[in-house]
């Protein structure tokens, strides 16, 4: 398996089909469709960011501040909202929703919906690089070696404020960045298109 899809494409298919200590009926299928699913789907989201990396725009993002675009507002509530989940869940020892919510996010929110309709923005491309680089945070424990691929990737042309994710601190879940009223007017929109 691990000679077929990966490691860490093998571990997330453990982390997402069940809770880690309950039966697991095994399928190939089914880590294939995680591999093509949310690790390519990943993965395709940094390609997308390396194609333009030299651009002045991406890297122009500084953490802490707010965006401006409503779009770019709507993906930046996304992350703070996953962030909190992300943490609250690993906290209580539940892999498995953790898991499950970053792999939505990833493949619904941020590659379907946000990064579709931002493509042609270039001003995007630094929220798009701290987007990744929160999520390389949020990953490293389900997927050590992606997580660090990813920051690595993400910081080429640049020192990185430390050699590895590994040693990063976790990131904080800011509620003041989580806006409701406009989760819930994007998910309107999202349902009528």
């Keep these: 398996v691990i000679d077929s899809v990966g490691v860490d494409t093998a571990r997330w298919y453990f982390y997402t089909v069940n809770s880690p200590g309950d039966p697991k009926n095994f399928s190939m299928k089914e880590v294939r469709e995680r591999m093509t699913g949310f690790m390519m789907t990943l993965e395709n989201c940094v ?10 725009s991406a890297r122009n993002f500084s953490h802490g501040k707010k965006p401006v675009h409503e779009l770019d507002r709507w993906i930046f509530s996304r992350l703070y909202r996953l962030i909190g989940l992300t943490t609250e869940r690993l906290e209580a020892y539940d892999l498995t929703v953790a898991a499950r919510a970053i792999e939505q996010f990833v493949v619904d929110d941020l590659s379907q919906w946000w990064l579709r309709r931002s ?7 630094g929220l798009l690089r701290f987007v ?14 992606m997580a660090e691929d990813l920051h690595i990737r993400l910081h080429r042309g640049s020192s990185p404020k430390s050699q590895s994710i590994h040693f990063h601190d976790w990131p904080a879940a800011d509620a003041s960045f989580v806006e409701d009223a406009l989760e819930a007017q994007m998910t309107q929109l999202r349902e009528w298109i």
């Design 119 to 125: 493509r042609k923005r270039q001003e995007s491309l």
């Design 47 to 56: 390609k997308f960011w390396e194609l333009y990396a030299d651009a002045p």
């Design 132 to 145: 990744l680089l929160e999520l390389a945070k949020l990953i490293a424990p389900f997927a050590p070696f």
